[in-house]
T-cell receptor, first 114, second 115 residues
Framework: AQSVAQPEDQVNVAEGNPLTVKCTYS??????LFWYVQYPNRGLQFLLK??????LVKGSYGFEAEFNKSQTSFHLKKPSALVSDSALYFC????????????FGSGTRLSIRP | DSGVTQTPKHLITATGQRVTLRCSPR?????VYWYQQSLDQGLQFLIQ???????AKGNILERFSAQQFPDLHSELNLSSLELGDSALYFC??????????????FGSGTQLSVL
């Protein structure tokens, strides 16, 4: 069975500092990996995805994520945090060898202080 | 605006009642997904439809059912409601079946409160 874990409920970072939101996954085959962001009172918005190829994926709003197969991780990163990055972030995984289930992690609340 | 429309935005009802949540996907999207978001369970996948047919099932209770109509809109029916069913219910759509790597577009959700 596929699963995804976000070990931190909350991450606090000062504005201008780099940020990392952690995600690890478990699938039986090769994974498709995603990051989504949820702002208050809004639905989730797609940030980026890993399919194959380059392990460093660039996405929206200056975010990037690094796929590490040996550590089964897909951490979200940004070199310089903005207060407006404060939101709830979800990692998601889909095993393309199974039928269409996209599983989300429990979410990490990112708080950027001025 | 994601292009996915969910109605109603808020729903307050009593235990034992039945409600219907509605979702209109983005124009042209064939797949519709339903998710339940609660504080203790996180974002739980309920069910997916592709072009009118059920494609994948997640942690959906027997009291819940869904369908996708010929015009591709979808409805999630929740019956014999319990206090624990209070949650934010999201609909999402995508172009294909979900067997590829397309991204999901989420609606703003329906906040269900069971009193």
């Amino acid at each position: 069975a596929q699963s995804v874990a976000q070990p931190e409920d909350q991450v606090n970072v000062a504005e201008g500092n780099p940020l990392t939101v952690k995600c690890t996954y478990s699938v039986s085959g090769n994974p498709y990996l995603f990051w989504y962001v949820q702002y208050p009172n809004r639905g989730l918005q797609f940030l980026l995805k890993y399919i194959t190829g380059d392990n460093l994926v660039k996405g929206s709003y200056g975010f990037e994520a690094e796929f590490n197969k040996s550590q089964t991780s897909f951490h979200l990163k940004k070199p310089s945090a903005l207060v407006s990055d404060s939101a709830l972030y979800f990692c998601a995984v889909r095993d393309y060898s199974s039928a269409s289930k996209i599983i989300f992690g429990s979410g990490t609340r990112l708080s950027i202080r001025p | 605006d994601s292009g996915v429309t969910q109605t109603p935005k808020h729903l307050i009802t009593a235990t034992g009642q039945r409600v219907t949540l509605r979702c209109s996907p983005r124009s042209g999207d064939l797949s519709v997904y339903w998710y339940q978001q609660s504080l203790d369970q996180g974002l739980q996948f309920l069910i997916q439809y592709y072009n009118g047919e059920e494609r994948a099932k997640g942690n959906i209770l027997e009291r819940f059912s869904a369908q996708q109509f010929p015009d591709l809109h979808s409805e999630l029916n929740l019956s014999s409601l319990e206090l624990g069913d209070s949650a934010l219910y999201f609909c999402a759509s995508s172009e294909g079946t979900g067997l590829s790597h397309e991204k999901l577009f989420f609606g703003s959700g329906t906040q269900l409160s069971v009193l």
